[in-house]
């Protein structure tokens, strides 16, 4: 018997007994522990399955921001990516024409946001299929994932996010509020908050699985047990996504469409032509504004505009920190024009919140 046998069996093992258990407050534990073994059983099956030739697919980010196309063959992301960047991705009518991750550079409002194109995925890719897991995987340097579906095959967006769910991908979803502190010596675990309705017996039950067990535990949102296992096992991704409705050209009902979509999944969607490039412009719009990234201009001497890109929130030591650590230590603080201040070349302190837009001097700690 190989190993992936074996791992197939012991999870149907695991499968019966916890199907044979009645569920009742004496037995919370004893199922707490069967859910996380079936869910380590899961991961270790995805760990085994078949691999693409080769090493993997090689990401390096560059730019301000990162964005992954992602859909199925022949979704569009090449035609996409070429309009969006302004490439020369191969595209053609048919499947996998795109067999590895391909690079490009969009800019704009001055940002520099870089663009891949993954390979199209098929269901069930989080198990290796074509190639899947590596795709996939890839993704986890990446700020967005744009979603690019079909407007013939609305499902795809279904099977896309099982995919994701599968190698513990949570798109547009608030990473829920958990703080283990691990405690010298021998001290036992102690769960002082519980509010992810799950019993403090089965959330203990987790925790041992994965030997913890000296420490304080807080869960201050609502999960169910396969999400706090992918949190507790450091596995957990939470990144933001938007969906392109690609070949609206083709579907008359695509804005009724686009509005059933963005309901289902809470995301922002485009709809758009990649090969007639329909609201491309409204697409870029999006990517910036779900990147979370602002554009702050730098006035080293109170007139010379240089625009510079960060993280929306960021404060004006946040900003000397982006330029240089150095800067950071020397700054006391800053003279403000713009949204966030009260009047022009207002004096604001390292704490300052900025806004896009802003026009922004550093004051060294000796002006």
Do not use: C
């Not at 999870?11 to 004496?26: I, M, P, V």
């Not at 697919?57 to 992301?77: E, H, I, M, Q, R």
């Not at 996409?80 to 969009?106: E, R």
């Not at 603080?333 to 704490?351: C, D, L, M, N």
């Amino acid at each position: 018997m190989d190993k992936m046998d074996s791992l197939e069996e012991k999870l149907e093992e695991f499968k019966e007994s916890y199907s044979k258990t009645k569920y009742s407050k004496a037995t919370n534990k004893y199922l707490g522990i069967l859910r996380a073994k079936i869910a380590e059983v899961k991961r270790e099956i995805v760990e085994a399955g078949k691999r693409p030739k080769g090493s993997g697919f090689f990401v390096k980010k560059s730019g301000d921001a990162t964005v992954a196309l992602l859909g199925f063959p022949s979704a569009g992301k090449s035609s996409l990516l070429n309009l969006l960047a302004n490439t020369k991705s191969k595209t053609a009518s048919y499947a996998f024409t795109t067999t590895t991750i391909i690079p490009g550079m969009m800019v704009y409002n001055d940002a520099h946001i870089q663009v891949f194109d993954m390979p199209g995925i098929i269901e069930d890719a989080h198990k290796g299929i074509g190639g899947g897991r590596s795709v996939i995987s890839a993704l986890r340097v990446a700020d967005l994932i744009i979603f690019v579906i079909d407007a013939e095959n609305p499902r795809q967006m279904d099977l896309l996010m099982r995919e994701l769910n599968a190698l513990d991908i949570r798109v547009n979803k608030r990473r829920p509020g958990v703080s283990i502190v691990r405690l010298p010596g021998n001290a036992s675990t102690t769960v002082e908050l519980n509010r992810s309705g799950l019993p403090d017996e089965e959330v203990e039950a987790v925790l041992a699985e994965f030997r913890i067990n000296n420490a304080v535990v807080k869960i201050g949102d609502r999960m169910g047990v396969d999400e706090l296992i992918s949190i507790v096992a450091g596995k957990a991704l939470y990144m933001g996504g938007i969906i392109a409705l690609n070949k609206i050209d083709r579907v008359a009902r695509h804005e009724k469409l686009a509005k059933e979509l963005s309901q289902r999944w809470g995301m922002d969607v485009v709809p758009i032509s990649a090969t007639k490039g329909t609201n491309i412009k409204r697409l870029r719009e999006a990517v910036y504004k779900n990147l979370g990234i602002m554009k702050v201009y730098l006035s080293p001497d109170g007139k010379e505009m240089n625009p510079i890109i960060l993280r929306t929130g960021t404060t004006v030591s946040g900003a000397a920190r982006r330029l240089h650590t150095e800067l950071m230590d020397v700054m006391k603080a800053g003279y403000v024009t713009g949204p966030s201040a009260k009047f022009e070349r207002q004096r604001v302190g390292a704490a300052h919140v900025l806004k896009e837009g802003d026009k922004l001097t550093f004051i060294r700690g000796d002006a």
